[in-house]
C-alpha cells in the first residue's frame, strides 16, 4: 500500500516564528489533506490539496503531485497552532481508504 | 455547515457491556467512516458506508459492529470489549468515497476496564 512520510516528527517553535511541514508520500494520489489535531482530539480540516497551492490566512499548503509530496507553511505561529498535523492521502490506484502519516507534533511557546 | 456530530464524548465501560457509538451529519454525504485512534498515533481506519452499504471492513473484530440505519447516521455497537479497545474513535464523512474530503467529528474517547 502506499507510504506517507511526514517531517519532522517534532517541531518547537517560538510564538511569531514560520515553519515548514513535510509530507512525502509512495505513489500517484487523487486525494491529499492535511488536518491539525487540537490537543481535546478534534481533527480540524486544513486543505484539500490533491495538487497545486492554497492559503487560508497565515496558513498555506503546495502539492507538488508529479514529485510526490506536500508542504504546508504556518507564518506568524501562534501559541493555539500547537498540537499535531497530519498528512492524509488517499491513493489513485488503490482502495478507498485515507493513510495517514505519523504526524508532525508542533509546539509553540510563548 | 461542515458539521459531525458524536455521541457521547466520553464512555467508560466494562469488558461484558454493551455499549453504542453514535455519529450524525446532515450534510446530505453519502459516504461515512469510523476510525480508531490509540495515543500518539495517527487514525486508522475501521469501516466505510458508502451509500448506507459497507464497503470495507480493515478486518475488524467481531466485537465492533457497525451500522447505517440511514445516510446520515453511523452507529458502532461494542461488545465484549478488551482493554486495549481503549482509544479516540472518529467518525468521518465525504460527499462520497475517494476524490472527496473528509469530515472528521470531535470523537469518543473511550475506556474500556
Known amino acids: 500500500g502506499i507510504q506517507v512520510e511526514q517531517s519532522p516528527p517534532d517541531l518547537i517553535l517560538q510564538e511569531g516564528a514560520n515553519s515548514t511541514l513535510r509530507c512525502n508520500f509512495s505513489?500517484?494520489?487523487?486525494?491529499l489533506q492535511w488536518f491539525h489535531q487540537n490537543p481535546w482530539g478534534q481533527l480540524i480540516n486544513l486543505f484539500y490539496i490533491p495538487s497545486g497551492t492554497k492559503q487560508n490566512g497565515r496558513l498555506s499548503a503546495t502539492t507538488v503531485a508529479t514529485e510526490r509530496y506536500s508542504l504546508l507553511y504556518i507564518s506568524s505561529s501562534q501559541t493555539t497552532d500547537s498540537g499535531v498535523y497530519f498528512c492524509a492521502v488517499n491513493s489513485q490506484g488503490g482502495s478507498e481508504k485515507l493513510v495517514f502519516g505519523k504526524g508532525t507534533k508542533l509546539t509553540v511557546n510563548p | 455547515d461542515t458539521e459531525v456530530t458524536q455521541t457521547p464524548k466520553h464512555l467508560v465501560m466494562g469488558m461484558t457491556n454493551k455499549k453504542s457509538l453514535k455519529c450524525e451529519q446532515h450534510m446530505g454525504h453519502r459516504a461515512m467512516y469510523w476510525y480508531k485512534q490509540k495515543a500518539k498515533k495517527p487514525p486508522e481506519l475501521m469501516f466505510v458506508?458508502?451509500?448506507?452499504?459497507?464497503?470495507i471492513n480493515e478486518s475488524v473484530p467481531s466485537r465492533f459492529s457497525p451500522e447505517c440505519p440511514n445516510s446520515s447516521l453511523l452507529n458502532l455497537h461494542l461488545h465484549a470489549l478488551q482493554p486495549e479497545d481503549s482509544a479516540l474513535y472518529l467518525c468521518a464523512s465525504s460527499q462520497a468515497i475517494r476524490l472527496y474530503e473528509q469530515y472528521f467529528g470531535p470523537g469518543t474517547r473511550l475506556t474500556v476496564t
Open positions: 458506508y458508502s451509500y448506507e452499504k459497507l464497503s
Open positions: 505513489d500517484s494520489v487523487n486525494n
